[in-house]
């Protein structure tokens, strides 16, 4: 019995050091904080920060197709990166936007295609709300071989946010009919938050006495006819 459990306990152990634990990661900006996890980099790899923008520099982030004959040969290449962002007090988070991205692609052979798809969404925290903005097409450079740069529309978050979560989203897809080659990489990225100060008491208060002053005007006009 004795021996059983020793046993048992040597198994659970093994199964226990061969999990890789999740280990929280911090950031911090000039006006913003962002956390993540280590365990879901995928090929995005780990992210800097500098001011209140993150960036990445992807080292295998790459869809690649070698292939001769007849057919059709396509590799996708997809990953996806999330973080939460929180602003630093007196400060409310006001956009979010993938400012720039960029890589190479090959393509060899009359049918080579190379493709580009993503997003980014945000969801303000608390709540269930996911703003979308749709990576554009990428502008390719002229020619069989060169570089690829994209970006995507700003999302303005709602007003009085603190905190949000961000997924950013990436395909990279290489396609070929019949003999050739293709490749697409992705090389690097930054995506930007822009954040807004949080109105001084006595700015709520002259707002408030605006409120009431137009609603007075109003009233009184209304009294005259």
Same mark, same amino acid.
């Given at each position: 019995?004795?021996?059983?459990?020793?046993?048992?306990? $040597?198994?659970?152990?093994?199964?226990?050091?061969?999990?890789?634990?999740?280990?929280?990661? @911090? &950031?911090?900006? @000039? =006006?913003?904080?962002? @956390? #993540?996890?280590?365990?879901?980099?995928? &090929? %995005?790899?780990?992210?800097?920060?500098?001011?209140?923008?993150?960036?990445?520099a992807p080292a295998s982030f790459a869809a690649v197709v070698n292939?001769? /004959?007849?057919?059709?040969?396509? =590799?996708?290449?997809? !990953?996806?990166?999330?973080?939460?962002?929180?602003?630093?007090? /007196?400060?409310?988070?006001?956009? $979010?936007? &993938?400012?720039?991205?960029?890589? !190479?692609?090959?393509? *060899? /052979?009359? =049918?080579?295609?190379? %493709?580009?798809?993503?997003?980014?969404?945000?969801?303000?925290?608390? /709540?269930?709300?996911?703003?979308?903005?749709?990576?554009?097409?990428?502008? %390719? @450079?002229?020619?069989?071989?060169?570089?690829?740069? +994209?970006?995507?529309?700003?999302?303005?978050?709602?007003?009085?946010?603190?905190?949000?979560?961000?997924?950013?989203?990436?395909? &990279?897809?290489?396609?070929?009919?019949?003999?050739? *080659?293709? !490749?697409?990489?992705?090389?690097?990225?930054?995506?930007?938050?822009?954040?807004?100060?949080?109105?001084?008491?006595?700015? #709520?208060?002259?707002?408030?006495?605006?409120?009431?002053?137009?609603?007075?005007? +109003?009233?009184?006009?209304?009294?005259?006819?």
């Open positions: 019995m004795f021996e059983f459990r020793s046993i048992l306990a $040597a198994v659970v152990l093994a199964g226990a050091t061969s999990v890789a634990v999740a280990v929280p990661v @911090t &950031l911090v900006g @000039t =006006n913003i904080v962002v @956390t #993540y996890d280590d365990s879901t980099l995928g &090929l %995005f790899g780990a992210p800097t920060i500098s001011g209140d923008s993150l960036s990445w292939r001769t /004959g007849a057919g059709v040969g396509v =590799n996708n290449a997809t !990953s996806t990166f999330a973080f939460t962002v929180t602003a630093m007090p /007196g400060w409310f988070l006001n956009t $979010a936007s &993938l400012v720039s991205e960029s890589g !190479s692609f090959s393509k *060899s /052979g009359a =049918n080579a295609a190379v %493709f580009v798809f993503g997003d980014l969404k945000a969801t303000p925290l608390p /709540g269930t709300s996911v703003f979308t903005s749709t990576i554009g097409a990428p502008t %390719f @450079t002229p020619g069989l071989t060169g570089t690829w740069t +994209a970006s995507a529309p700003v999302i303005n978050l709602a007003p009085g946010t603190t905190e949000s979560l961000i997924s950013y989203r990436d395909q &990279l897809v290489a396609r070929v009919v019949g003999t050739g *080659s293709a !490749s697409v990489s992705k090389t690097a990225a930054t995506i930007n938050i822009a954040v807004t100060p949080v109105p001084e008491p006595s700015a #709520y208060m002259m707002m408030l006495a605006g409120g009431a002053f137009v609603g007075f005007v +109003a009233w009184r006009r209304r009294q005259r006819t």
